[in-house]
């Protein structure tokens, strides 16, 4: 029913920077809370950000906060996530989630509180 891909990954020098996009399709996506997670090889997938279904709630993990932002257009269904000053350690594949339920009014970390993945989109940072 909820479908979400994401885009905008590439290779980067560090210090450069990124825009990971999501657009999601499907029912109450427009209104669900969204999540960016990453995965680097031999990692656990590890938060990144997230936002409620307003977006006028975030959540930031510590090693990426200052440096990115993530927003939201639910006109649009789409969750943006920009990246700036960009470090080695960010090389990862990046993963969109949304929540599944509407109108959650917080912003989860944990992986386990979405129930709707994208395919992810590879970052890598070189040195």
């Known amino acids: 029913q909820v479908q979400l891909v994401e885009s905008g990954g590439g290779l980067v020098q560090a210090g450069g920077s990124l825009r990971l996009s999501c657009v999601g399709s499907g029912r109450s996506i427009s209104v669900s809370a969204r999540g960016w997670f990453r995965q680097a090889p031999g990692k656990d997938r590890e938060f990144v950000g997230a936002?409620?279904?307003?977006?006028?709630?975030?959540s930031y993990a510590d090693s990426v906060k200052g440096r990115f932002s993530i927003s939201r257009d639910n006109a649009k269904n789409t969750v943006t996530l920009q990246m700036n000053g960009l470090k080695p350690e960010d090389t990862a594949v990046y993963y969109c989630a949304a929540d599944g339920h509407a109108f959650l009014n917080r912003a989860p970390t944990n992986a386990g509180d979405y129930e709707y993945w994208g395919q992810g989109t590879q970052v890598t940072v070189s040195s």
């Open positions: 936002l409620n279904w307003r977006g006028d709630t975030t």
